[in-house]
């Protein structure tokens, strides 16, 4: 049974960087994307990157100038780190397992195993 | 600012059909396939179904979903208590890029 556990800083000042690691644990860390989405108090998700065992980002184009998504393989882990926050970047924040197949020019995509989530709250 | 339009909420009796649609384009929905993942409230995201109309072990045969063009549903018949909860259809969108969007998200109530 996979499971993500995930860690990092909760609370943060505006302009400082953001940064969470997602640990991978019961499963194979090679052939799935790994995906971080995050939540505001009271919104919907929002999507914000990905990356695959090797090294293969793809960014939310929204957050793309802000957003490094890093993997470390000998360790099953892989990392986001989000610079310049403001309160806006107040969130919930997740890692998820991404399976990913292209048949023709379909994509399919989904998020089939999550972490608890992380509360990151940006305040001065 | 999602790009994937749901209803904000829709309600049932125990007992009934509820369906939730899910409005997109030709870059995503219409391209793509399209997920449905159920929120209860303070926990993380579920996976309720993949590739349109798949589910995956462990969810029950009440939830269903469907595609055509660019729109999809989820379907929950027999609604039950636990059923309360937020839920979002997502998929694949090939515009600027490539990038996964979520939709605006459905409360669904059981009366």
């Known amino acids: 049974q996979v499971q993500l556990q995930q860690w990092g800083a909760g609370l943060l000042k505006p302009s400082e960087t953001l940064s969470l690691t997602c640990a991978v644990y019961?499963?194979?860390?090679?052939?799935?994307?790994w995906s971080w989405i995050r939540q505001p108090p009271g919104k919907g998700l929002e999507w914000i990157g990905e990356?695959?065992?090797?090294?293969?980002?793809n960014y939310n184009p929204s957050l793309k100038s802000r957003v490094t998504i890093s993997v470390d393989t000998s360790k099953n882990q892989f990392s986001l780190k989000l610079s310049s926050v403001t309160a806006a970047d107040t969130a919930v924040y997740y890692c998820?397992?991404?399976?990913?197949?292209?048949?023709?020019?379909?994509?399919?995509?989904?998020?089939?195993?999550w972490g608890k989530g992380t509360t990151v709250t940006v305040s001065s | 600012q999602s790009v994937l339009t749901q209803p904000p909420s829709a309600s049932g009796t125990p007992g009934q059909r509820v369906t939730i649609s899910c409005s997109g384009s030709?870059?995503?929905?219409?391209?793509?396939?399209v997920n449905w993942y159920q929120q209860l409230p303070g926990t993380a995201p579920k996976l309720l179904i993949y590739?349109?109309?798949q589910r995956p072990s462990g969810v029950p045969d009440r939830f269903s979903g469907s595609k055509s063009g660019t729109s999809a549903s989820l379907a929950i018949s027999g609604l039950q208590s636990e059923d309360e909860a937020d839920y979002y259809c997502a998929a694949w969108d090939d515009s600027l890029n490539g990038r996964y969007v979520f939709g605006t998200g459905t409360k669904v109530t059981v009366l």
């Open positions: 990356i695959n065992h090797s090294g293969s980002t």
């Open positions: 590739s349109n109309n």
């Open positions: 030709s870059s995503n929905i219409g391209s793509n396939t």
């Open positions: 998820a397992r991404a399976p990913s197949t292209v048949r023709g020019v379909i994509i399919t995509k989904y998020m089939d195993v």
């Open positions: 019961g499963g194979s860390f090679s052939g799935y994307y």
